[in-house]
């Protein structure tokens, strides 16, 4: 049983990745930002061996699981049942949604990247909980994820499908409003929180702004 949080609440989404977070360890980086109200944590680390890894999610799911936080594991399904997690994020060139979903036990959230609004249907008709356009902006945080789609591209996702929409990839205070207004049910960052100094207090200041934004908007 989570918290007191909603748990498909998907307004502030923090990706872990001890590369930008300031010498902290995954687990580290998922208690600062729980605490300033991060609603979900994903943790992703494509370096690390799969014992290594489960140790990292098991350590979070204690931290979220607390919180009230979802906890969701990027592109390893096995870690993400080994340790308890509540989902898993899966990338286009990841194990294919339908057949994450036929391991999985019930109520397992399974996330998905998107590039397209044609990819964000079949996601969703696959059976994904919710579908991540990335980038929305370009980022320095994944060497590989190319140009930003842009808010164009949010908003046709968002009548496209009725599934939660993520906007990831460049996601800054300046540009969140934004992001909320187009469409976006909330936003999943790295370097705007975990490449902070405080990042309890990048986590709050984020969290602020898109509570603020929707308050406007819906």
Same mark, same amino acid.
């Given at each position: 049983?989570?918290?007191?949080?909603?748990?498909?609440?998907?307004?502030?989404?923090? #990706?872990? $990745?001890?590369?930008?977070?300031?010498?902290?360890?995954?687990?580290?980086? @998922?208690? &600062?930002?729980?605490?300033?109200?991060? $609603?979900?944590?994903?943790?992703? $680390?494509?370096?690390? %061996?799969?014992?290594?890894?489960?140790?990292?999610?098991?350590?979070? &799911?204690?931290?979220?699981?607390?919180?009230?936080?979802?906890?969701?594991?990027?592109?390893?399904?096995?870690? @993400?049942?080994?340790?308890? +997690?509540?989902?898993?994020?899966?990338?286009?060139?990841?194990?294919?949604?339908?057949?994450? &979903?036929?391991?999985?036990?019930?109520?397992?959230? #399974?996330?998905?990247?998107?590039?397209?609004? @044609?990819?964000?249907?079949? +996601?969703?008709? @696959?059976? +994904?909980?919710?579908?991540?356009?990335?980038?929305?902006?370009?980022?320095? %945080?994944?060497?590989?994820?190319?140009?930003?789609?842009?808010?164009?591209?949010? %908003? =046709?996702?968002?009548?496209?499908? %009725?599934?939660?929409?993520?906007?990831?990839?460049?996601?800054?205070?300046?540009?969140?409003?934004?992001?909320?207004?187009?469409? +976006?049910?909330? *936003?999943? *960052?790295?370097?705007?929180?975990?490449?902070?100094?405080?990042?309890?207090?990048? =986590?709050?200041?984020?969290?602020?702004? #898109?509570?603020?934004?929707?308050?406007?908007? &819906?």
């Amino acid at each position: 049983m989570h918290g007191s949080r909603d748990p498909m609440a998907y307004d502030l989404y923090v #990706i872990t $990745d001890e590369g930008v977070g300031h010498g902290l360890s995954h687990a580290g980086i @998922a208690q &600062r930002a729980v605490a300033g109200g991060a $609603d979900v944590i994903q943790l992703r $680390d494509k370096r690390l %061996s799969g014992r290594d890894l489960l140790t990292a999610a098991s350590a979070i &799911r204690e931290i979220t699981y607390d919180a009230g936080a979802l906890f969701i594991v990027n592109d390893r399904l096995d870690v @993400a049942l080994a340790a308890g +997690a509540d989902g898993v994020h899966l990338g286009e060139s990841d194990l294919p949604i339908e057949h994450a &979903r036929r391991i999985a036990p019930p109520g397992f959230v #399974i996330g998905a990247s998107v590039g397209s609004v @044609a990819a964000a249907v079949r +996601a969703s008709a @696959a059976g +994904a909980d919710y579908v991540a356009l990335s980038p929305t902006f370009p980022t320095t %945080s994944k060497d590989d994820a190319g140009p930003g789609h842009g808010l164009a591209v949010l %908003s =046709a996702i968002r009548s496209a499908v %009725s599934l939660p929409l993520v906007a990831i990839g460049g996601i800054n205070p300046e540009n969140v409003g934004d992001v909320i207004a187009a469409g +976006a049910d909330g *936003v999943a *960052v790295i370097s705007a929180v975990v490449g902070q100094e405080d990042i309890t207090g990048a =986590a709050r200041d984020l969290r602020a702004r #898109i509570t603020a934004e929707k308050a406007k908007t &819906r």
